[in-house]
């Protein structure tokens, strides 16, 4: 197959496409569940997905999607609806909660799955591809279904965008304007049931927490503004899932599910590690360069006072000596200053150690960081 | 003996009740300490510890392989605590994040390896509690199936860990920095947990699969949490309702012919939902029951401290009438009518034709609300 073979091939594209809807979706809605804290939330809808895909089938009694996709949306919703009663009207907690209502749904999910087993075959049903995900089985009348629920969710989202951002972000000041902070709240959590139902034939079920989360997770990290969080989150999404979706299509036997995610989980590290301003490395980087700094102001405002004491403006100082002084070896300290032009090397008897002395400029270095210290320190 | 071990159904039940049992052991730790969502990152990205370990060792079961897939289980905990540690994520959020893309890799490498290991991504998912009796050990002389040993090996590491550190588990679970200052080590105790319930998902994942694990751990402990403040209660009701769901799970899948493991799992649903609905004293009936008992009491409260109110005043006549109790006190005129007769039935109040007068008794419970610092004469 050449590359252009490729850029060509139909199910290729049809594959792309889905995993753009996808990413658009579980992008916007993961962004709020995100800033929300209601990361896993995303995790048990995936789950709860299962008995109403078989329950979409039985009812429809083929395997014939907008059933299935119903079927998944009306179990996720119902799984939201059984974490909020739980932890609303019982002591459990949210994380007990969310556990429960994943796992009981999905142990109602495979019990389904057999029932549909027995009747036929669900491997022949082509249920098995939920679990998770088979990009090349999406057909082009799938797309239409996907990007019409993608469509509804972004005119929702857009059609309340300030009342959900001042949910997501001050739900008390939200409540003293009179909004209907639970409604909207609500809304938001069953709308991430729309993103699995989107993912359920890319990602599958099992995984679709990771698409709510990894690329909202990944995009906050490069910016702080709602907006840009939210469109750079489904851009993300969109490039994880195609990466994700074509690898698999390529037929190497590889479920597309796990590619997608270990994509979006790539996006997510990279981001933690080296976004600008927020990255790990950068802030790591930066400490560095700042103890390092620290540490010369240091070796230089020792070497003043030695020279002070001395009543030697040029008093050189030993090397052994200084590392003495600061209890570390300040060779690489020392040579940093010699070459910004603090210090220079003195003159010594032959076998003694390197001497340094302060420069004019290192002088006035050293004086600016006493004088900061004031007459307390040394 | 050996017919019974070589019975099927015997077989499937006893793992089913040692799956439980070891599950159950744990999970109350995890929910009172609300880390409930572990035993969700645990199960799913055990997959890749096992899939793992069976690439080095190339075995699938053995003690080995049990504590070599279980550190995976703990490498999620660490890396989950590593990425929230940044800073740049929430808790949640890192939660959702580590264990898709560890489960993701697991189930590529069953991918790709999936002709070499007997485990696919199906029994990953559903496991084959129904099957556990064809693969047997040799075990003094006797046919044993090898879930089973391994199961009842983790149930009894489980309860030996549970026992012996009974105390302690106690102190770090409802006080950990009280535990910490006793030097208990709450920290390493924690981890102990997790590896052990790493090791049992492990042990559990031939059976019941990564999944349906989730709600062995979770649902009975929960339910059990419902119905009781005690912790020996919660942990031994825990065992109690996990055993229930196995037997009554194993019944209804043989009579309907579906999954056994994702019935069992299933009723344990079932039972949270008695536990939730129907407990005596958090379930939402009772505190249905006590609320309404509580309106009536009010009712009967308010009418006698109306009574006694009004009693020496001139406007006795006006006020201290059954009329009043709707024109003055706002019932309706059905509501008084079952006000007055039930503090009549109660002996608060007498009638005299139209006027309403106080019996002793009745006036001690005014007395008692209106000047409560007369009672018990404290």
């Known amino acids: 197959m050449t590359a252009w073979d490729l850029l060509s091939d139909y199910t290729l594209h049809t594959v792309a496409m889905g995993a753009a809807i996808l990413g658009v979706i579980s992008g916007v809605l993961g962004s709020f569940a995100v800033l929300r804290q209601q990361s896993l939330m995303g995790d048990a809808l995936s789950h709860a997905a299962l008995p109403g895909v078989c329950l979409g089938f039985l009812v429809a009694g083929t395997r014939d999607l907008g059933w299935i996709l119903g079927g998944a949306l009306f179990t996720g919703g119902l799984a939201a609806l059984t974490v909020l009663a739980l932890t609303r009207l019982s002591r459990l907690k949210t994380d007990a909660a969310i556990g429960i209502a994943l796992s009981v749904f999905f142990a109602v999910g495979v019990v389904l799955l057999t029932v549909i087993q027995r009747m036929g075959g669900a491997s022949q049903a082509g249920l098995e591809t939920f679990l998770f995900g088979q990009a090349a089985a999406i057909l082009r009348s799938d797309l239409v279904l996907m990007g019409g629920v993608t469509g509804v969710a972004l005119t929702v989202v857009l059609a309340l965008w300030k009342e959900f951002k001042l949910v997501t972000f001050d739900p008390e000041f939200a409540r003293t304007l009179g909004l209907p902070v639970t409604l909207l709240e609500v809304a938001l959590t069953v709308m991430v049931a729309l993103a699995v139902v989107v993912g359920l034939q890319m990602v599958g079920v099992v995984l679709m927490a990771a698409m709510v989360i990894a690329p909202a997770a990944a995009a906050r990290q490069w910016v702080s503004r709602l907006e840009h969080m939210v469109v750079l989150a489904a851009l993300i999404g969109m490039a994880s899932g195609i990466v994700g979706a074509v690898i698999s299509a390529l037929g190497a036997g590889l479920a597309t599910g796990p590619l997608i995610v270990l994509a979006a989980s790539a996006a997510v590290l990279v981001s933690i590690l080296f976004a600008p301003g927020r990255g790990v490395v950068w802030e790591a980087a930066g400490r560095v360069r700042e103890r390092r700094r620290l540490r010369g102001r240091q070796v230089l405002a020792t070497m003043l006072s030695l020279a002070r004491e001395h009543g030697d403006p040029d008093y050189p100082a030993e090397q052994g000596m200084l590392d003495a002084y600061h209890r570390l070896g300040t060779h690489g300290v020392l040579e940093r200053l010699e070459a910004r032009g603090q210090v220079r090397r003195a003159r010594h008897m032959p076998g003694e150690g390197r001497h340094w002395v302060l420069t004019p400029e290192g002088r006035r270095e050293a004086e600016r960081t006493l004088a900061e210290i004031g007459p307390g320190g040394r | ?378």
């Open chain 2, 1 to 378: 003996m050996q017919a019974i071990l070589d019975n099927p159904a015997l077989m499937i039940v006893a793992t089913g009740l040692m799956v439980g049992a070891a599950s159950a052991l744990l999970g109350p730790f995890l929910i009172l300490r609300r880390n409930a969502m572990l035993a969700d990152a645990i199960s799913h990205s055990i997959v890749f510890g096992i899939v793992t370990v069976w690439l080095i060792t190339g075995a699938v079961a053995g003690p080995v392989q049990i504590a070599g897939a279980a550190l995976t289980g703990v490498l999620t905990v660490v890396l989950t605590e590593l990425v929230a540690g940044t800073g740049r994520v929430k808790h949640d959020a890192a939660i959702g994040l580590v264990f898709p893309a560890l489960f993701s890799m697991g189930v590529l490498l069953l991918n790709v390896y999936a002709r070499e290991v007997h485990i696919d991504a199906h029994t990953v998912l559903l496991g084959e509690i129904g099957f556990v009796w064809l693969d047997t050990v040799e075990l003094a002389g006797y046919r044993v199936p090898q879930a089973l040993v391994w199961m009842g090996a983790m149930a009894a590491v489980n309860a030996a860990f549970v026992a012996l550190f009974w105390k302690e588990l106690k102190l770090a679970t409802f006080d950990p920095v009280l535990a910490a200052a006793f030097g208990f080590r709450p920290r390493v105790l924690f981890y102990a947990l997790l590896f052990l319930v790493s090791g049992t998902a492990v042990a559990a994942f031939d059976a019941v699969g990564a999944i349906l694990f989730i709600a062995f751990v979770i649902v009975p402990p929960a339910a059990a949490y419902l119905l009781s403040d005690r912790l020996v209660w919660i942990v031994l009701g825990g065992v109690a309702i996990s055993a229930v769901s196995t037997l009554s799970g194993y019944g209804l899948a043989v009579a309907w012919d579906v999954s056994i493991g994702g019935m069992m799992a299933s009723m344990t649903g079932v039972c949270l939902a008695a536990a939730f609905l129907f407990g005596p004293r958090y379930g939402l009936v009772a505190g249905l029951h006590r609320r309404a008992r509580q309106a009536v009491e009010n009712e009967a409260r308010a009418l006698v401290v109306h009574l006694a109110t009004h009693e020496a005043g001139a406007e006795r006549q006006e006020e201290n009438v059954a009329a009043a109790m709707h024109t003055h006190l706002g019932w309706s005129a059905e509501r008084a009518r079952a006000v007055l007769a039930r503090s009549i039935d109660r002996d608060f109040v007498r009638r005299d034709g139209e006027a309403l007068e106080l019996t002793e008794t009745g006036r001690e419970e005014a007395e008692a609300l209106l000047q409560p610092w007369r009672r018990g004469g404290g």
